[in-house]
């Protein structure tokens, strides 16, 4: 490669650069502006309906607080409803549990009174 291939890579590549910089700076500018001016229509839309915006504010606020009463109110029934389960629970087992004694009971009876017969 020679000198002179190198310095018209070298002019194109800096040409390039310079082209570039300068696209990225008009468009730098041009999104500024146009922020900026979506800025300006947001504030005076903002300057033309505050009641309506209080109004929706305190609406919000009306509905967060619903919410949150809601949330509260669920809570305290699934813990009324956890604690009947568990009661319902405890009683199947009891239940469950005196069967199983009252079988057992049966079982040696039987077994007693066969060895009685069984002993005559």
Same mark, same amino acid.
Do not use: G, Y
């Given at each position: 490669m020679n000198?002179?291939?190198?310095?018209f890579k070298s002019n194109s590549a800096q040409t390039t650069l310079a082209r570039i910089k300068e696209q #990225?700076?008009?468009?730098?500018a041009d999104l500024s502006a146009r922020l900026q001016a979506n800025e300006e229509k947001i504030h005076a839309l903002c300057a033309e309906y505050p009641p309506l915006l209080?109004?929706? %504010?305190?609406?919000?606020?009306q509905n967060v607080d619903?919410?949150? !009463?809601?949330? #509260?109110?669920?809570? %305290?029934?699934?813990r009324k409803s956890r604690k009947?389960?568990?009661? /319902?629970? /405890?009683?199947?087992?009891?239940? !469950?549990?005196?069967? #199983?004694?009252l079988a057992m009971d049966a079982s040696d009876l039987v077994k007693h009174y066969k060895a009685l017969v069984l002993a005559l």
């Open positions: 000198n002179t291939s190198f310095a #990225h700076e008009a468009d730098r209080d109004d929706l %504010v305190r609406q919000r606020i619903t919410m949150k !009463a809601m949330a #509260h109110a669920s809570d %305290v029934e699934m009947r389960l568990m009661e /319902k629970a /405890k009683t199947r087992l009891d239940d !469950a549990r005196e069967r #199983h004694k």
